[in-house]
């Protein structure tokens, strides 16, 4: 069993920046891919960015390349979503993932989900 605990949410005004932080504990953290998905009202949970276990490899949604960055530090059990330029549409809950599978991409097949934070961007 992996445990994933989400931090680092809150409110930040249009064009601002955030950066929430998923703690993992309970396996080796460096044995898993590690997921950002998010989920906003009445829409259902999307891919947001995926790393490899290394951190060698990261792969985004298209259109958050550029704003959005993954980054992980195994050192820590740790994975960071840093968030940039941010607008209304990135309101939304945002959820760590963890995946045994090495292979196949990053947009699906987790394993554990951590319970996600809040982020809100205001006007």
């Known amino acids: 069993q992996v445990q994933l605990v989400e931090s680092g949410g809150g409110l930040v005004q249009t064009g601002g920046s955030l950066t929430v932080s998923c703690a993992a504990s309970?396996?080796?953290?460096?044995?898993?891919?590690m997921g950002w998905f998010r989920q906003a009202p009445g829409k259902e949970r999307e891919f947001v960015a995926g790393?490899?276990?290394?951190?060698?490899?990261?792969y985004y949604k298209d259109s958050l390349k550029g704003r959005f960055t993954i980054s992980r530090d195994n050192t820590k059990n740790t994975v960071y979503l840093q968030m940039n330029s941010l607008k209304q549409e990135d309101t939304a809950v945002y959820y760590c993932?963890?995946?045994?599978?090495?292979?196949?991409?990053?947009?699906?097949?987790?394993?554990?989900w951590g319970q996600g934070t809040q982020v809100t961007v205001s006007s």
């Open positions: 993932a963890a995946r045994s599978r090495w292979f196949g991409g990053y947009t699906n097949g987790y394993d554990y």
């Open positions: 309970g396996r080796t953290f460096s044995n898993y891919v």
């Open positions: 790393i490899s276990r290394s951190g060698d490899n990261t």
